[in-house]
T-cell receptor, first 111, second 109 residues
């Protein structure tokens, strides 16, 4: 089964700053997905990242706030920009392998 | 639009009792349904998917297209089954996975 390494595992950030989350997969995949899980809530898809093209964002999420890079078939980054306390969540990456495999998540706290 | 509904936020049973976690979905085409489990302090992991028709850790789930349901069942719950369970759906070519809100299962000794 696919193995996803996601980092950092957690961070505490000041409001107004940005954090970049990295996701590395041990297999080549066309699509990678980024999710947000707010406290006590379910997972919400932020965007789908295809290698070689712009990411596709879901309703309520914009590129300026959550820029995504996808430089190759095994790696992607999600940046949470100009953070506010409302961005405090767990952010997860996922790939459509083995019925969708998820990273361990990045627990972000914005103070 | 695709939607997944898990009507029970919390479910508590005693060890050895049967357990059923409900999941209903809304999708106009032919969906693919999943159950994911998240144990305390662990990452989200796939429990089962309807196309494989497997039984994992004693859990089964049958897709009922007439009732648009994909309920998760286990005849005899164990304490180690205590976890958060998410039902999820994907369909079409976009591979987008939509999650329900989750059910926190507690199995009491």
């Amino acid at each position: 089964s696919a193995v996803i390494s996601q980092k950092p595992s957690r961070d505490i950030c000041q409001r107004g700053t940005s954090l970049t989350i990295q996701c590395q997969v041990d297999s080549q995949v066309t699509m990678m997905f980024w999710y947000r899980q707010q406290p006590g809530q379910s997972l919400t898809l932020i965007a789908t990242a295809n290698q070689g093209s712009e990411a596709t964002y879901e309703s309520g999420f914009v590129i300026d706030k959550f820029p995504i890079s996808r430089p190759n078939l095994t790696f992607s980054t999600l940046t949470v920009s100009n953070m506010s306390p409302e961005d405090s969540s767990i952010y997860l990456c996922s790939v459509a392998l083995d019925g969708y495999t998820f990273g361990s998540g990045t627990r972000l706290t914005v103070v | 639009a695709q939607r997944v509904t898990q009507p029970e936020k919390l479910l508590s049973v005693f060890k050895g009792a049967p357990v059923e976690l409900k999941c209903n979905y809304s999708y106009s085409g032919s969906p693919e349904l999943f159950w994911y489990v998240q144990y305390s302090r662990q990452r989200l992991q796939l429990l089962l998917r309807h196309i494989s028709r497997e039984s994992i850790k004693g859990f089964t789930a049958d897709l009922n297209k007439g009732e648009t349901s994909f309920h998760l069942k286990k005849p005899f719950a164990q304490e180690e089954d205590s976890a958060m369970y998410y039902c999820a759906l994907t369909g079409g070519s976009n591979y987008k996975l939509t999650f329900g809100k989750g059910t926190l299962l507690t199995v009491n000794p």
